[in-house]
């Protein structure tokens, strides 16, 4: 996109910004989120700040543009279903043009954002909420426990973390992937300090390599409700203690946090209760491998190296 045409962009959500900056009031829900998902100051396991990570992830070199044609809205929902089908997932992919992801999961639903999509992006997306999200909820459902299907602590941030790992299973947490994460968390810096969302728009656009869309999609998530919705420090915290629960246990119990909507803590919790048949393993555990079809019908390789 021409720099003028992202200037003009920019401004536009400038002035469609003024129910975001005022409702609901910042100064009452930026600590909740702050308590809920962290802040880019928040400590990963090793002590490390989230945002030295995200900072580290910015520095990378920018990745060169995907050069696979854009899969259209149709065939990119079609693609999902049929996929969802063959892992045992009866779910409803809906469209929602207004949706501030380019995809999210609910109970029993995917929904999709309203344009095209990369084949990269697609492999990402069923790894992160086919293989991901859905099938922790799915197997949530099953449990005898209704916490699990609910979410027990900690449960939000770790389900990411979880969803991340996959991603990168799939070769599909590449350098691309990594900016856009970094940049959200840089988003919510610039919210917990002070910066309106459009002057986090202008501070960040020469830093992030994205067109306009792609930038303001990505800071919308920060501040959407105020800032209630500012959870994506949340995503490197957790796939940190999902890292850590693999170098200890395995990645056996990283797959296991699919038996619901479980937090590594929770998980580390449940060995009695799986003892005497009140929590089951999942029943549904697709791999990495089940993703092999989708690349071969959107004419990716069958692997891809992991980043």
Known sequence: MAPDLHAARLDEIELDAALL???PDR???????ARRHGTPASLLPDGTPIRELALEWLAEAVPTADEHALVPLERASGLLRNLARRLGLEIEVRIEPGLAALAAAGDRALFLSAGAYRPRQLVRLAAHELLGHLTSAFNGRAQRLRLLEHGTA????????LC????????????NRRRTLALRVEAAQ?????ATFGEACMSLRDRCGLTAEELVRAVERSYRAGGAAARDPGYLLGLARVDDLARVQGSEAVLGLRAGRISVAAARQLGPLRDCGFVRAPILAPSIDALAELRGELGLPAAAPSS
């Open 21 to 23: 900056e005022h409702i």
């Open 154 to 161: 900690g449960s939000y941030e770790d389900q990411e973390g």
């Open 164 to 175: 991340l790992w996959l991603e990168r299973g799939a070769g599909a947490l590449d350098a």
């Open 27 to 33: 100064k009452r829900v930026l600590p909740l989120a």
């Open 190 to 194: 610039l919210l917990h300090t002070g």
